[in-house]
């Protein structure tokens, strides 16, 4: 091989290192670019549970109670929640079935990172009632963003809120 070819053979090496190292660095960035609009980003973990509320001597009925986690950095402004049912949704403002959290905090609210918020429901029962005919079962709870993003919890079991409505 001539010198020349040999310079030539070297530039060609060089360029294709140079090429795969701004393929790697452009990957790179990019990943970085995105890991950083995750970390802005609203991250919740949406739950519904039951519970019973202690009024002095009294118990109430069963309560729905919908559990909202910021386990994300940033705050997040929760403008609404409800239920998600099959032939539509169940608000919980403007409609009478929302309580606010024992502390007083209801929607809208803003939750701080590492803050839950728990929003209740009137009666289980009454509410399946309604809602298991009209609208087949709950489906699942849900809040909602300023931003009008939907966080969702898991289904809610059919049976389970059958159950309820039979009582």
């Not at 890991?35 to 019973?52: E, F, G, I, W, Y």
């Not at 001597?57 to 109670?65: G, I, M, T």
């Not at 009454?126 to 298991?132: D, G, K, P, Q, S």
């Not at 809040?143 to 966080?151: I, L, N, P, S, Y």
Request: a positive charge.
């Amino acid at each position: 091989m001539t010198p020349e070819q040999t310079a030539v053979v070297a530039s060609a090496i060089a360029a294709a290192i140079g090429a795969v190292a701004a393929v790697v660095s452009a990957g790179f960035a990019g990943v970085a670019v995105w890991s950083q609009r995750q970390a802005n980003k609203p991250h919740l973990r949406v739950s519904v549970t039951t519970a019973l509320a202690a009024f002095g001597d009294e118990v109430s009925n069963a309560l729905y109670v919908i559990n909202v986690y910021n386990s994300g950095t940033v705050p997040v402004r929760l403008q609404g929640a409800g239920f998600e049912a099959k032939g539509g949704t169940i608000p919980y403002m403007g409609t009478g079935w929302g309580h606010p959290a024992p502390d007083g905090r209801t929607l809208p609210y803003t939750l701080e990172p590492g803050e839950e918020l728990s929003l209740f429901w009137r009666d289980v029962r009454e509410l399946a009632r309604i809602h298991v005919g009209e609208q087949g079962p709950l489906c699942r709870g849900f809040v909602t963003t300023a931003g009008d993003h939907r966080f969702r919890s898991k289904a809610i079991k059919p049976a389970a809120l059958a159950t309820w409505a039979r009582e």
